[in-house]
Nanobody, 127 residues
Framework: QVLLVESGGGLVQAGGSLRLSCATSARTFRFSTYNIGWFRQAPGKQREFVAFINWDGGRSYFADSTKDRFTISRDNAKNTAYLQMNSLKPEDTADYYC??????????????????WGQGTQVTVSS
């Protein structure tokens, strides 16, 4: 059963913007009770943490490589989380995944902490 679905990826020129969405596909999945993390994996590289938002949107954290360019938000009424990516660079090219973690959070950068994952959306930034 697919619980999380990412969308919004695509091809963009360096300096451009994209907004990724992470939505639940299951009516019984209580999206509003989960912390959400975004991760990415570039070809030939390990999956890395990008951003985190807690269940009520009150706390957010970013990787050093993204904190000045990306923002994260969520709309629990719509069961959707967002990753706004600005000033994109070619090194941001990767498959982006959202993941859900039951509170309380511990190490939000650790992919193993997350219970559910989406199938990913591809982001390609051309130079």
């Amino acid at each position: 059963q697919v619980l999380l679905v990412e969308s919004g990826g695509g091809l963009v020129q360096a300096g451009g913007s994209l907004r990724l969405s992470c939505a639940t596909s299951a009516r019984t999945f209580r999206f509003s009770t989960y912390n959400i993390g975004w991760f990415r994996q570039a070809p030939g590289k390990q999956r890395e943490f990008v951003a985190f938002i807690n269940w009520d949107g009150g706390r957010s954290y970013f990787a050093d490589s993204t904190k000045d360019r990306f923002t994260i938000s969520r709309d629990n009424a719509k069961n959707t989380a967002y990753l706004q990516m600005n000033s994109l660079k070619p090194e941001d090219t990767a498959d982006y995944y959202c993941a859900a973690d039951s509170p309380p959070y511990s190490d939000y950068t650790d992919a193993d902490q997350y219970d559910y994952w989406g199938q990913g959306t591809q982001v390609t930034v051309s130079s």
